[in-house]
């Protein structure tokens, strides 16, 4: 769809001619699709008229013609196919690509496109073969454990969208040259103990010497070991059980 598209602008990693996020450049020319994370049209049935690859993400994405002849593209869930029947509403069924608030979602379901904060959209859950699950209900909270492996709390109005993102084998796919990685927009890295020491804090020495710092680091000088994680960070109440626990 012509009106859904538009010419994707490379920034390869830089911000006023600064570079900004390294590793990145020279990738091939895309067009962004609108992707309609909000799914904010309230009880309009929608039919699947088709799953498209989408150069932007490892999922794909399905184009969606609505009943008053709108189309919009999301993205596709496991099991979505052309002719599927999909609706965003409070009294929307159980079913895969239907989106309702965490609150009206039985426990024990598969979701994705989560929304953090209410009205903003899909903010996470999105990547292909993903899938989180709603845990359990508090009084002011819903309990949903993300991919991770972390139970965090989130507002019942927030909305979720039933089903496993789509693309499942998106994960097995592997890059046999250097050209994927480069048609890509990802350039090649160099690892920090081979560099300058002016260029980075793992650099210098002779010959091979390794790090040679107590703790490792990160180009910029700052420590990345042990819990780099906020401690007045705002989510904290929100987390009930950390991921990565064993």
């Given at each position: 769809?012509?009106?859904?598209?538009?010419?994707?602008?490379?920034?390869?990693?830089?911000?006023?001619?600064?570079?900004?996020?390294?590793?990145?450049?020279?990738?091939?020319?895309?067009?962004?699709?609108?992707?309609?994370?909000?799914?904010?049209?309230?009880?309009?049935?929608?039919?699947?008229?088709?799953?498209?690859?989408?150069?932007?993400?490892?999922?794909?994405?399905?184009?969606?013609?609505?009943?008053?002849?709108?189309?919009?593209?999301?993205?596709?869930?496991?099991?979505?196919?052309?002719?599927?029947?999909?609706?965003?509403?409070?009294?929307?069924?159980?079913?895969?690509?239907?989106?309702?608030?965490?609150?009206?979602?039985?426990?024990?379901?598969?979701?994705?496109?989560?929304?953090?904060?209410?009205?903003?959209?899909?903010?996470?859950?999105?990547?292909?073969?993903?899938?989180?699950?709603?845990?359990?209900?508090?009084?002011?909270?819903?309990?949903?454990?993300?991919?991770?492996?972390?139970?965090?709390?989130?507002?019942?109005?927030?909305?979720?969208?039933?089903?496993?993102?789509?693309?499942?084998?998106?994960?097995?796919?592997?890059?046999?040259?250097?050209?994927?990685?480069?048609?890509?927009?990802?350039?090649?890295?160099?690892?920090?103990?081979?560099?300058?020491?002016?260029?980075?804090?793992?650099?210098?020495?002779?010959?091979?010497?390794?790090?040679?710092?107590?703790?490792?680091?990160?180009v910029y000088g700052?420590?990345?070991?042990?819990?780099?994680?906020?401690?007045?960070?705002?989510?904290?109440?929100?987390i009930v059980e950390?991921?990565?626990?064993?």
């Amino acid at each position: 769809m012509k009106n859904l598209k538009s010419i994707l602008k490379k920034h390869s990693g830089r911000r006023s001619g600064k570079v900004t996020v390294r590793h990145q450049g020279g990738r091939s020319k895309r067009f962004l699709r609108e992707i309609d994370f909000k799914r904010d049209k309230i009880d309009v049935w929608g039919v699947v008229e088709g799953v498209e690859y989408d150069p932007n993400r490892n999922a794909d994405i399905a184009l969606i013609l609505y009943e008053d002849g709108e189309r919009r593209y999301i993205l596709a869930p496991d099991g979505l196919k052309a002719g599927s029947k999909i609706i965003s509403s409070e009294s929307a069924p159980i079913e895969t690509g239907n989106t309702l608030t965490l609150g009206a979602i039985p426990v024990g379901t598969p979701i994705h496109n989560l929304e953090i904060r209410v009205g903003k959209g899909g903010q996470i859950v999105k990547s292909a073969g993903s899938v989180a699950n709603v845990f359990g209900k508090e009084d002011m909270w819903v309990l949903v454990k993300l991919p991770s492996g972390e139970v965090r709390r989130f507002d019942p109005k927030a909305k979720a969208t039933i089903g496993q993102v789509g693309n499942i084998e998106a994960k097995n796919i592997k890059l046999h040259n250097a050209g994927a990685s480069r048609h890509r927009g990802i350039r090649p890295s160099v690892r920090g103990t081979a560099m300058h020491p002016n260029a980075h804090p793992h650099g210098g020495g002779e010959g091979r010497s390794g790090v040679g710092m107590k703790y490792p680091k990160t180009v910029y000088g700052r420590r990345a070991v042990g819990k780099t994680r906020s401690k007045d960070k705002y989510s904290n109440r929100l987390i009930v059980e950390r991921r990565g626990k064993k």
